[in-house]
C-alpha cells in the first residue's frame, strides 16, 4: 500500500530512528536534496566541500538510466525529508511522453547526513531496476534492492545487506552485472564482482591498491567497460591524490587490459604500471576526476580537474577542467576552462556528429571557491584541442549547482541533471534537469499536491560567450 508522507508527525517519527529504516512503497510530496559537508576549514570557505550534494559523488555512476521500452529516464538521489536533513534514498523518473514527474518514491533513510552513502541505479534485460544504496567505510552497511515490478518504482525488495563504497553498476546484456565499487582496508581499495543476474554474486576481487588507494570512475562502451583512476600517495592522504591510470575490460572482468591492449596482472599495485596516462605527481599537481566517455571509435576520454593544493580559495590556483584523450598512439591532455573548486563536477557527452560537450558549473557562483556554481555548456569540435562557450543555462542563483550527471543512454529531455544548495551554511536543496531539446533548464517541484506535476522552467540559458567567461588555457 503506498503512503504519501507529509505530515510533521509521521516525519519525526521515522527522522527518530537511530538506525536505517527501509521505507518502501511510500511516495513523497516534493523533490528535496541532501545537504552535506566534510572538514571545517575554520575561513571564509567555511568546510573543504559542501553543499546541496544529492547527486554527489562522481564516483557514484550511474545516477540516472534512460530505458527505451517506456521512453522514461528512471534517477535516484540522496533526499531528505521537509524540515530535516537526514539522507533518505530516492528513485523517480521523468516521462519524457508526457513531460512530467510522478512523486519521488522513498527506499531507505539512511541514520545519517552523508551524502557519501547516496545511492546509484541500473536496468536489467527485462526492465526491473536495481538499485545499490552505498556505504561510506565500513561504519555502515550496503544495501542492493530490486524493484517489485518491471519499469516501476511503486515497491522494491531487499536483495541483499553487505558493504561497498562508489558503487559502479553495469547491466551487460547477456552477461550480467559487473559491479565495480570500493572496499576499506588499509586504504581505498578497487574491487569488482559479477552476477549473472543479481542475486549471487562472485566474491569481491581487487583490482587496484597502490599505497593508500584510489577513486575512479568508469563507463562502458559496447560489450567493454573503462574505469580511470587516480592513487593516493602513501602517508600523504586522501587530500593529496594525483596520477590518472585507465584500465578496461572486454569480457566481464575475465582480463584487464591497458587502452593499448596490454594484458594486465591484477590487483596492480605499482604506481609506475603501464596503465598509467599521466604522471600528475611529477607535474606537482593534484586530480580531481569527473567523469569518462568514450568517441565515436571507443577510445576512451577522461574529463579530470588539475589543481595545487587541498585547500578552498583562490591560493591554490590556477586550477583547470581538463581532458585525457587516447588518439589510438598516445593520450592528449587539453584544457578546456578555469575552474575555482577542486569538488566542481560536470559530464562530457559525446555527440553523433562527433562533437564533444561538456555541462559543468564552470562559472563562479554566489559561493565562490566552493563547489559548483553556474552550469555552462561548452563544445569542441576537434577533439578537445579547442572549446567553445555555447550556453549559461543558469544565472544569477542564489546557490551553487553542484554535480551535474550524464544519464547513462542520455535523451535530450533528460540530458543533464544535479542539485543546488548554500555552500557555507545548511540550506534547502533543490534538483534540477536540462532538456537539451528545448535548450531549457527545469527545477523538480519540491511540492506537489497531485500525484504528477511538470517541472518549473528557470531562467532561459543565455546562449553564446558572455563577455567575462573564462578562456581555455592553451589555444
Request: aromatic share 12%.
Amino acid at each position: 500500500m503506498k503512503v504519501l508522507i507529509h505530515s510533521a508527525l509521521v516525519l519525526t517519527a521515522i527522522i527518530a530512528q537511530p538506525a536505517h529504516t527501509e521505507l518502501q512503497g511510500i511516495e513523497y510530496d516534493g523533490y528535496l536534496g541532501i545537504w552535506y559537508s566534510n572538514q571545517p576549514t575554520q575561513d571564509e570557505y567555511v568546510y573543504k566541500y559542501s553543499g546541496g550534494l544529492g547527486t554527489y559523488t562522481a564516483d557514484h555512476i550511474p545516477m540516472a538510466v534512460y530505458a527505451p521500452a517506456v521512453n522514461k529516464t528512471f534517477f535516484v538521489y540522496g533526499g531528505t525529508l521537509r524540515g530535516q536533513n537526514t539522507l533518505v534514498e530516492m528513485v523517480s523518473y521523468y516521462d519524457h511522453t508526457t513531460g512530467k514527474l510522478p512523486r519521488p518514491h522513498l527506499l531507505m533513510e539512511k541514520g545519517t547526513d552523508d551524502a557519501h552513502d547516496n545511492p546509484v541505479l541500473a536496468l536489467d534485460n527485462d526492465g526491473y531496476l536495481w538499485v545499490f544504496l552505498s556505504a561510506h567505510g565500513i561504519a555502515r552497511p550496503a544495501w542492493i534492492m530490486r524493484s517489485n515490478g518491471p519499469y516501476s518504482i511503486d515497491g522494491f525488495t531487499t536483495i541483499l545487506e553487505t558493504n561497498f563504497s562508489y558503487p559502479q553498476p553495469w547491466f551487460l546484456p547477456g552477461k550480467g552485472f559487473l559491479f565495480l565499487h570500493t572496499r576499506y582496508k588499509d586504504g581505498r581499495g578497487l574491487h569488482w564482482q559479477t552476477s549473472p543476474e543479481g542475486r549471487t554474486w562472485t566474491e569481491p576481487r581487487l583490482l587496484a591498491h597502490m599505497e593508500e588507494g584510489h577513486y575512479q570512475i568508469s563507463w562502458p562502451w559496447g560489450e567493454k567497460v573503462g574505469t580511470a583512476f587516480n592513487y593516493h600517495p602513501k602517508g600523504k592522504g586522501l587530500n593529496h591524490r594525483t596520477n590518472i591510470y585507465y584500465v578496461e575490460t572486454g569480457d566481464f572482468g575475465e582480463t584487464w587490459r591497458t587502452v593499448a591492449g596490454e594484458t594486465l596482472e591484477t590487483p596492480l599495485r605499482d604506481k609506475r604500471t603501464p596503465a598509467l596516462v599521466h604522471d600528475y605527481e611529477a607535474d606537482g599537481l593534484k586530480v580531481y576526476l569527473c567523469d569518462l566517455n568514450y568517441d565515436a571509435a571507443g577510445r576512451p576520454i577522461v574529463l579530470h580537474i588539475v589543481t595545487q593544493g587541498w585547500q578552498p580559495g583562490p591560493e591554490n590556483g590556477p586550477r583547470t577542467w581538463r581532458t585525457a584523450h587516447w588518439t589510438g598512439n598516445e593520450w592528449v591532455l587539453n584544457d578546456i576552462t578555469p575552474a575555482d573548486s577542486n569538488y566542481d563536477m560536470g559530464s562530457l557527452y559525446v555527440a553523433e556528429a562527433g562533437a564533444w560537450i561538456v555541462v559543468a558549473p564552470t562559472e563562479p557562483g554566489p559561493q565562490a571557491y566552493n563547489p559548483g556554481g553556474e552550469v555552462i555548456l561548452w563544445e569542441s569540435r576537434d577533439e578537445g584541442a579547442h572549446w567553445q562557450r555555447k550556453a549559461q543555462l543558469t544565472q544569477n542563483s542564489a546557490y551553487n549547482h553542484t554535480y551535474a550527471r550524464r544519464p547513462l543512454n542520455a535523451q535530450p529531455g533528460f540530458w543533464s541533471f544535479w542539485a543546488d544548495g548554500d555552500c557555507r551554511k545548511l540550506s534547502a536543496s533543490r534538483l534540477y534537469f536540462y532538456d537539451a531539446a528545448q535548450s531549457k533548464v527545469f527545477r523538480m517541484p519540491d511540492t506537489m499536491p497531485a500525484r504528477e506535476a511538470s517541472p518549473e522552467p528557470v531562467t532561459a540559458p543565455v546562449e553564446g560567450e558572455a563577455p567575462n567567461s573564462p578562456r581555455p588555457l592553451r589555444p
